[in-house]
């Protein structure tokens, strides 16, 4: 049974969500996911003018006369929703978590994909696949996937992102749209996402908290790693151990920004403290450009 709260936080995301998907990004999805191309639908009798290379030689063979295949544009695609729910993402500075972040993106996408047609599944992660949801279409479908988002409690304390995908490339057999949304406290996940990519329309997103950039200084305090629990004491009064940190952030994520870009990789940062429109409007006029 839900709880009256959770069922409560659903139904205001939801309006909150489909308002956005109805006024600003349903059209933006629509125009930055196209289909994948052509697929089979049919054959007919072949007319003057038909192009014979699209002769159905076998169909041809059995009725004695020539028949051609017809395609049309593939339109129907599928949304696979990846999300690292590992312990750091319930880190918040501000007034929501990262997963409180995540988890409204990921209905925005989920309104736009199923206002487009298309289906929409979830995997859940941290270092173990911790819960799956097949796609389907629908809006029953999507409130439970959001529901799940926001009950799922992880039993594993770590991030194995190329666990996550090395799962969702044997899950799904037909190219689909796949969001991995995640703050990328990971190491060693590059070849997986790499194959990822190859395979499926990969696009990160990569939920950021503010505080985690740069240490206040509020003199010395404990600090835990809710992923591997070790606890270190830091003197954040220190301009040399403050320096240090954010300068560890930042080369952290100028590597993973030059990582997208060597690997032609669509990703968008997105902040707790920051609205989420404009970056992912951003990220949907870039696609839209490229075609």
């Not at 489909?18 to 089979?40: D, P, T």
Request: hydrophobic share 35%.
């Amino acid at each position: 049974m839900i709880a009256k709260e959770i069922l409560s936080k659903v139904r205001k995301l939801e309006i909150r969500t489909k308002g956005l998907v109805n006024n600003i990004f349903g059209g933006e999805y629509q125009s930055a996911f196209k289909g994948r191309g052509m697929e089979f639908s049919e054959v007919r009798e072949y007319t003057f003018g038909d192009d014979i290379r699209q002769i159905d030689w076998n169909v041809t063979a059995r009725n004695g006369e020539p028949y051609v295949k017809v395609f049309e544009e593939e339109r129907e695609q599928t949304l696979m929703l990846c999300v690292d729910i590992s312990p750091s993402g319930f880190f918040g500075s501000r007034s929501q978590t990262k997963m409180e972040l995540a988890i409204e993106i990921c209905a925005v996408l989920a309104f736009s994909a199923i206002k487009n047609g298309d289906k929409v599944g979830l995997v859940l992660f941290s270092d173990r696949i911790e819960k799956v949801v097949p796609p389907k279409k629908g809006r029953t479908h999507v409130l439970r996937l959001i529901r799940e988002l926001y009950t799922t409690e992880p039993g594993g304390s770590q991030t194995s992102i190329a666990d996550a995908l090395s799962y969702v490339n044997r899950l799904l057999n037909r190219r689909s749209i796949i969001i991995l949304a995640s703050d990328f406290q990971d190491q060693n996940f590059e070849k997986q996402h790499r194959i990822t990519a190859r395979k499926h329309d990969l696009v990160n997103l990569i939920v950021n908290d503010e505080l985690e950039e740069e240490l206040p200084d509020i003199g010395v305090v404990p600090l835990l790693d809710p992923e591997t629990g070790e606890q270190t004491i830091l003197d954040t009064s220190s301009k040399k151990i403050r320096a240090a940190y954010k300068e560890n952030v930042l080369n952290r994520k100028a590597y993973l920004k030059e990582y997208f870009l060597k690997n032609k990789m669509d990703s968008v940062d997105v902040y707790t403290n920051k609205s989420y429109i404009r970056p992912l409007i951003n990220f949907f006029q870039r696609r839209i450009n490229r075609f």
